[in-house]
């Protein structure tokens, strides 16, 4: 009797124990701790760790799209072939950027700067005759979409002592595929230091004698370059220039010096064809681009 009354009254006590471990939410019985629900800790980590996922996505996509320079040095994107500028594409292409060119913010403000009546403005080999154009190296062999595709623009100082040459670079100019071939460059800044130099030699002629480089940073292909020249000094036949070619954010991509000699027989040199390669003033003291070791002008009287 006892017994029985003993395990009625422990029966009794576990049903109150589980109807008061129900109401609490806790589980009777039961060996391992119940599940927490996040913490704030918890949570904050899930949240950042979202972040930096969802940033991390958008960034590949982005750089997929416009890769930073060494990615695209690393892992360059072919590009396809230039148009054939007679082609009603290439035709396009090359009228297309000459308006964007002459809408250049750096080049319009130049152009009504202040001191701008101090300067003027050319475009060499706009006036080269065809005949002599097709072989030459940038007025005919490299000229074209996708290529030097318009004719430079020059704002020189009416005193000859420095200019600002605007040139555009297309992708069909490169050595490693979206950089300029560094040979280009040299090519460009030769022509356009000789241009300063010439024009301050005793007779307007002049050759290249020495010319020292230095590349500070790739040059993109597919855009706008500005070259810039000065004169440093003439000793009779001979003209000291230095330059550097910029981005026209002001990156300085080359920088270069070079010296130019007239040859002797720099009379025999005058040209008038030579002039307009050269791009002139208006009323220039007859400028030459480059000696080429022909008598242009045979009815000038050499001495």
Not at 1 to 12: H, K, P, Y
Request: with cysteine; hydrophobic share 40%; glycine share 8%.
């Amino acid at each position: 009797m006892t017994s029985a009354l003993c395990r009625r009254s422990f029966f009794s006590t576990l049903t109150a124990q589980s109807r008061t471990a129900l109401r609490s939410g806790s589980r009777p019985y039961s060996t391992g701790s119940p599940p927490k629900p996040p913490t704030g800790a918890a949570w904050g980590t899930f949240k950042k760790a979202s972040a930096v996922l969802g940033i991390s996505v958008v960034a590949g996509t982005l750089g997929a799209i416009y890769p930073p320079p060494p990615v695209s040095i690393l892992f360059p994107r072919a590009a396809p072939a230039p148009p054939d500028p007679i082609s009603p594409e290439g035709i396009a292409y090359s009228e297309d950027l000459e308006a964007t060119f002459q809408k250049l913010p750096e080049l319009v403000k130049l152009r009504s700067a202040p001191n701008a009546d101090e300067w003027y403005e050319a475009r060499p080999y706009q006036g080269y005759p065809e005949e002599r154009r097709v072989n030459n190296l940038t007025a005919g062999a490299l000229r074209g979409p996708g290529k030097l595709a318009v004719f430079p623009i020059i704002r020189a100082r009416k005193d000859e002592s420095e200019s600002l040459v605007f040139v555009h670079l297309g992708r069909g100019l490169c050595g490693h595929d979206g950089i300029i071939h560094g040979g280009l460059l040299a090519t460009l800044l030769d022509e356009t230091l000789a241009r300063t130099a010439i024009v301050n030699l005793p007779e307007k002629v002049g050759v290249t004698a020495k010319l020292s480089l230095n590349y500070r940073a790739p040059t993109m292909a597919d855009q706008f370059v500005v070259i810039k020249t000065k004169l440093d000094e003439v000793k009779g036949r001979k003209a000291m220039v230095s330059g550097s070619i910029e981005s026209l954010d002001g990156t300085v991509l080359v920088e270069a010096s070079a010296m130019f000699v007239q040859p002797r027989y720099a009379k025999l040199l005058h040209s008038q064809q030579l002039r307009k390669a050269m791009g002139e003033q208006q009323n220039p003291d007859q400028p030459i681009l480059l000696a080429d070791g022909q008598d242009l002008n045979p009815h000038y009287k050499h001495r």
